[in-house]
């Protein structure tokens, strides 16, 4: 086995036992990104020096890639946008802090459609991933790059956001494991904010041990996040000892299955999923989300609402893009904002500015929240009889540049991992199969309560050892 195919355990194993350092690691990652990722598209910067020096320094460390949204010193986070092309992070987000007391360090940015804003990374205003099984299909969005490398083995995991799905829609579309943390769980500052009440950095990796190492040290409290609890973080590793399906309620929630649009080859892999878990043991409970079909809806107000007003200061004034065609300060705002932002993004600006708007704000963002309650309190009602919901992650699997060219359509691409985001709860992706038709990789999604991630990480591990696939292999 390459280095560049090792995962985080088998990584912080190998440097343990004297076998390779972290530079070594370092050198294998900048090998195999500079042979294979021209093709994959998967980095936007990498700071090669930067991340061998700090092996170096650090000869027990294990590289990680990271979003670019997420800010590390020194180092660009353009969130894949011409707004902020040229700036450079002068701090740490808290994350990244914590990655690098726990023994790890930042190495390479990674593409995401911009601003987190699309389902397939084709909205990325600086350069097009590709899915590593596929060149011709999308990696997924908006973490498509963090998904990309983990799955085409150009790093040994990475760090992702999912606001709707972005962690584990492009982690299904790249057969990795990747995990949406609870709202709260992990710290959001020094994270460029899409929507606030919804964001949340996670890891995407190749097992679910690795995911937990990663959580361990992502997840906490934190003085500059207010949304942070003070409750103390279990040893997420520690917790899949002994993981197994024997005793555990699984839901299946019959509104996810009457969807127009969920592909047959989904279909089957989940069903499959589900037969998997029943044999090993699990306890199949049909329950009813009664309020999903309105997720949608809701989420296409409240997210661009809250990006209307995270974006606002994103005016060609304090850093970022500045249009050279102003002649005045309202010019300077307008055409700043019209060069720097691609059409996603202002498409959503747009629509978050309407629902926040005079008259309107009742009639639309008011009332969405209600029924976010609502919704919430579905899940809430489900987990009073079950342990853990079993889904799809999306409703089909990697599909092709230029297919969805709707931009309802590929809204929809959401459809599974929207309601979960809204209610706050946490929730993982895990390879579960490969398509007949495009052999295109397939992941289930499992979703647990709020701040129960260390039961949704030992029922991914009991389910992932009884998959018929694994993380990133294939490639």
Do not use: W
């Not at 690691?25 to 061998?52: C, M, P, Q, W």
């Not at 995991?157 to 494991?177: E, H, K, M, Y």
């Amino acid at each position: 086995m390459e280095l560049y195919e090792l995962g985080v355990k088998q990584a912080l194993s190998g440097i343990a036992k004297g076998e390779f350092t972290s530079e070594d690691l370092v050198k294998a990652i900048i090998d195999r990104k500079n042979s294979a990722d021209g093709e994959i598209g998967a980095y936007l910067t990498f700071d090669e020096e930067h991340a061998l020096r700090l092996a170096r320094e650090n000869p027990t460390s294990v590289p990680i890639a990271i979003k670019d949204l997420i800010n590390v010193s020194g180092q660009p986070c353009t969130c894949a946008s011409k707004m902020l092309e040229g700036y450079v992070s002068p701090y740490d987000a808290t994350v990244i802090s914590n990655l690098k007391a726990a023994g790890f360090i930042p190495a390479g940015r990674v593409n995401m459609d911009e601003f987190a804003m699309g389902s397939s990374t084709e909205n990325s205003g600086l350069g097009v991933t590709r899915n590593p099984y596929d060149l011709s299909r999308v990696p997924g969005g908006s973490s498509g790059g963090s998904a990309a490398a983990v799955g085409g083995n150009l790093c040994i995991a990475s760090l992702g956001t999912d606001t709707g799905g972005s962690i584990r829609q492009p982690a299904s579309f790249c057969n990795c494991v990747g995990v949406k943390p609870s709202y709260g769980r992990v710290s959001r500052f020094g994270v460029t904010a899409f929507a606030s009440s919804l964001d949340q950095v996670g890891p995407l990796t190749k097992s679910v041990e690795d995911a937990a190492i990663l959580m361990k040290a992502l997840a906490g409290h934190d003085e500059r996040d207010g949304t942070t609890p003070r409750e103390s973080v279990p040893d997420y590793l520690a917790e899949l000892q002994g993981a197994s399906m024997k005793g555990v309620k699984i839901g299946i929630a019959k509104e996810y299955f009457n969807v127009a649009g969920l592909d047959p080859e989904v279909k089957r892999i989940t069903d499959s999923a589900i037969k998997m878990c029943e044999d090993a043991g699990a306890e199949i409970v049909e329950v009813s989300l009664p309020h999903t079909e309105y997720a949608m809806a809701v989420y296409y107000i409240i997210a661009p609402a809250e990006a209307s007003a995270n974006l606002a200061r994103f005016d060609g004034v304090r850093y970022g893009h500045r249009s050279e065609k102003a002649v005045d300060v309202f010019s300077l705002y307008c055409k700043s904002r019209a060069e720097g932002f691609g059409p996603e993004v202002k498409r959503r600006i747009i629509m978050g500015t309407y629902v926040l708007s005079s008259g309107y704000y009742d009639a639309y963002y008011g009332r969405a929240q209600k029924v976010r309650t609502l919704i919430k309190r579905d899940f809430d009602e489900a987990f009073t009889k079950v342990d853990a919901l079993l889904s799809p992650c999306a409703p089909t699997s990697a599909f092709a540049f230029g297919e969805k060219h709707d931009p309802l359509t590929m809204y929809l691409n959401d459809l599974y991992t929207i309601p979960s985001s809204l209610a706050g709860v946490c929730a993982s992706s895990v390879p579960a199969g490969f398509t007949a038709d495009t052999k295109m990789p397939v992941g289930v999604q499992f979703i647990c309560g709020g701040f129960e991630e260390a039961k949704l990480l030992r029922i991914s591990k009991a389910f992932e050892d009884i998959s018929p696939v694994k993380a990133a292999r294939g490639i």
